[in-house]
Each structure stands twice: as C-alpha cells, then as structure tokens.
C-alpha cells in the first residue's frame, strides 16, 4: 500500500522559512517523480516544484523560482521542499504527488498517489 505523509507545515512570518518533508511507503522516489502542488479554497491545486526520477531533474513554478528547492534524501526515501522568503499568497494546503513519469508534469490528474497535505500559513 502506497503512502504519501507530508509534515513541516505551520504558520511563519512573511519573510521565514519552512521545510516541508514527503515521506513515502510503498514506492521508492528513486523510481519515481514527486512533486508538491498547493492548493487555496476555490482554486485549483497548482504545481509548485517537482523533481523527476528519471535524472533528478528539478522543476519549479515561476513564482517559487530563487525561494524554493524541491530535494530528495533516497536513503530516507523522502522529497523535501525547502521554502525561503515565504510571502503571504504562498498560504495554502501543501501536497506531495508521485507517479512514474521520467518528467515532472503540471496537472494533478497526471499523478497517482498523493498525501494528505499540510498547511502553511504566511502571516504578513
């Protein structure tokens, strides 16, 4: 059974940092690509970073670009997603997504197993 558990969430200051952490189970992030979306009430769930199994390529959408890193620790079998100089309109629910494309790809429905998410929450 696949599992996607997200943590790190929570509630900083515009200007902070947060790391959230995917942990998975049942799939390994080395054969797989796993990227984080987010998601506001009433909007669609938007990519965010991605990075794809196949050569560790990064992806990254343009309003994270320079603020966001999106790693993985294979050991750990876990994707992070480092968040530097948070701003208030990066507030959202925060999801993990795997699939087996070799590519990151940008629509939800490309993706097969997600987690729960977590909040986070940029006060300004």
């Known amino acids: 059974q696949v599992q996607l558990v997200e943590s790190g969430g929570g509630l900083v200051q515009a200007g902070g940092s947060l790391r959230l952490s995917c942990a998975a189970s049942g799939l390994t992030v080395s054969r797989n690509t796993v990227a984080w979306f987010r998601q506001t009430p009433g909007k669609e769930r938007e990519l965010v970073a991605g990075?794809?199994?196949?050569?560790?390529?990064?992806h990254y959408a343009d309003s994270v670009m320079g603020r966001f890193t999106v790693s993985r620790d294979i050991a750990q079998n876990t994707v992070y997603l480092e968040m530097n100089s948070l701003k208030p309109e990066d507030t959202a629910t925060f999801y993990c997504a795997a699939a087996r494309w070799y590519t990151v790809r940008d629509q939800p429905s490309d993706y097969d197993y997600w987690g729960q998410g977590t909040q986070v929450t940029v006060s300004s």
């Open positions: 990075i794809s199994w196949s050569n560790g390529n990064r």
